[in-house]
Each structure stands twice: as structure tokens, then as C-alpha cells.
């Protein structure tokens, strides 16, 4: 019987097919997980959308406090962005976002804009916001209208 050369089978490498079945498994694998990946990617957005709105209106309340004037952050609905009155701070929703339920200032009867106002003794109007992503994920935005405080919470 014919003995093998140790050092000549390790040099052969990996065969045609053997390369081919990894990288089946690879991209089967990739498949599985990238559709997850998105859905992380997407409630990540959305909740940092909220956050950077919820720093807004603490930023707001502190602005009134320390101007001793009132401040407002107005939302549009229609168009789901938010900015703070008079100043260049604004943002907006991930595209697909729903606002189910708003508790604002409506200046006008059609509820497409709305605002929060926050006042220099520290209260404010008081509001929430309940918004939807596409996935049907709810969170809730609410500000106390005694102390301003800001809350929120995922579940709405």
C-alpha cells in the first residue's frame, strides 16, 4: 500500500467544490440576517428621531427659563417635522412615521400644525405625541404642563 506524503496533501488546497458549499452557506446565511439587520437599522432611526425631539423641547424649556420669554416648538403634521420658533434648530420623522394622536396648540382648525409652548416660570403648555413607524412599533413623547418635564416611552 501506497503511503501519502504528508507536506502533499496539505499543500492541495481546498477543491472546487468544497469553496462552492461555503460559499452557499455564506450567502444563504447573509440572507438570513440581513433582513434583521435593516429592521435594527430602522427602529434605531426612528429612536434617535425621538431623541433628538425630545432634546428640543428640553433645550426649549431651558431657553424660556434662561430668556424669560416664551418659547414654542412647532410640529407640522402633514409634513412630520418639528422645529423650535425662531431659532435653526429642527428636525423630522423617518419617512413611513405616523403621528396617531397629538395633544397640541392648534392655531388652526384643520390640526395640521400644531406647538408646545414652553413658558419662563418653567411650565408649559403640556402636549403628546403618539407616532407609528412602519412596522406598527408605537412610541409617545409627553410634556407635564406644571414642571415641563419631558417623558418618553417606547409602546405608547
Same mark, same amino acid.
Given at each position: ?7 502533499t496533501?496539505?499543500a492541495?488546497?481546498?477543491?472546487? &467544490?468544497? $469553496?462552492?458549499?461555503?460559499? @452557499?452557506?455564506m ?5 438570513l /440576517?440581513?433582513?434583521? #439587520?435593516?429592521? =435594527?437599522?430602522e ?13 428640543? &423641547?428640553? $433645550?426649549?424649556?431651558?431657553? @424660556? ?7 414654542? /416648538?412647532?410640529?407640522? #403634521?402633514e409634513? =412630520?417635522?418639528?422645529?423650535l420658533?425662531g ?19 392648534w ?9 408646545l ?11 403628546r405625541?403618539?407616532?407609528m ?5 408605537t ?8 414642571t415641563?418635564?419631558?417623558e ?5
Amino acid at each position: 500500500m501506497a503511503q501519502r506524503n504528508p507536506l502533499t496533501w496539505r499543500a492541495r488546497g481546498f477543491t472546487f &467544490l468544497e $469553496l462552492l458549499a461555503v460559499l @452557499a452557506i455564506m450567502a444563504l446565511l447573509i440572507g438570513l /440576517v440581513s433582513p434583521q #439587520l435593516y429592521g =435594527g437599522l430602522e427602529r434605531e432611526r426612528f429612536r434617535a428621531a425621538m431623541r433628538s425631539f425630545a432634546a428640543a &423641547l428640553r $433645550l426649549a424649556r431651558s431657553a @424660556a427659563v434662561t430668556d424669560r420669554q416664551p418659547v414654542r /416648538v412647532l410640529v407640522d #403634521l402633514e409634513q =412630520g417635522r418639528w422645529w423650535l420658533e425662531g431659532g435653526s434648530r429642527g428636525g423630522g420623522w423617518p419617512p413611513g412615521t405616523r403621528i396617531t394622536d397629538a395633544a397640541l396648540v392648534w392655531p388652526d382648525d384643520g390640526r395640521r400644525r400644531g406647538y408646545l409652548v414652553f413658558y419662563p416660570d418653567g411650565s408649559s403648555s403640556g402636549g403628546r405625541l403618539l407616532l407609528m413607524d412602519r412596522r406598527g412599533r408605537t412610541f409617545s413623547v409627553s410634556i407635564d404642563i406644571v414642571t415641563s418635564r419631558v417623558e418618553m416611552a417606547a409602546g405608547g
